[in-house]
């Protein structure tokens, strides 16, 4: 399925989410060491006000992670036991496997 430009700048959100706020980005906590182009900051606070409603979930899963921002707010607001993030390019899960792998490895190699 495809959508043209010019019919997502004719869709008004607020027909979806009669009461949705614009969030600025800059005034989430910004936890991922990737800014990823197609990111999801401003989603952050949608998913803290979702789970806020929900009993602790066992487990939250971001398919398509990137900066993986979702799940890495999720985990530091301890709103699920545990998380899951899914990234299919491997370049950049190649990045997250160093970070949360290798983590001892990336310091002494950048320490030198």
């Known amino acids: 399925m495809s959508i043209s430009t010019d019919t997502l700048q004719g869709l008004d959100l607020h027909c979806v989410r009669p009461n949705l706020q614009i969030v600025n980005v800059a005034s989430v906590r910004q936890l991922s060491p990737l800014r990823d182009p197609g990111g999801k900051t401003w989603l952050v606070p949608e998913i803290r ?3 806020a409603g929900l009993d602790m979930p066992s487990v939250f899963i971001e398919p398509f992670a990137g900066g993986a921002i979702a799940s890495l707010s999720v985990a530091a607001e301890r709103l699920a036991r545990h998380v899951v993030f899914c990234e299919l390019d ?3 899960a190649a990045v997250w496997h160093t970070i949360l792998i290798d983590a001892e490895w990336l310091c002494q190699t950048i320490q030198g």
Do not use: F, I, L, N
């Open 49 to 51: 006000r979702w789970m």
């Open 90 to 92: 491997q370049r950049v």
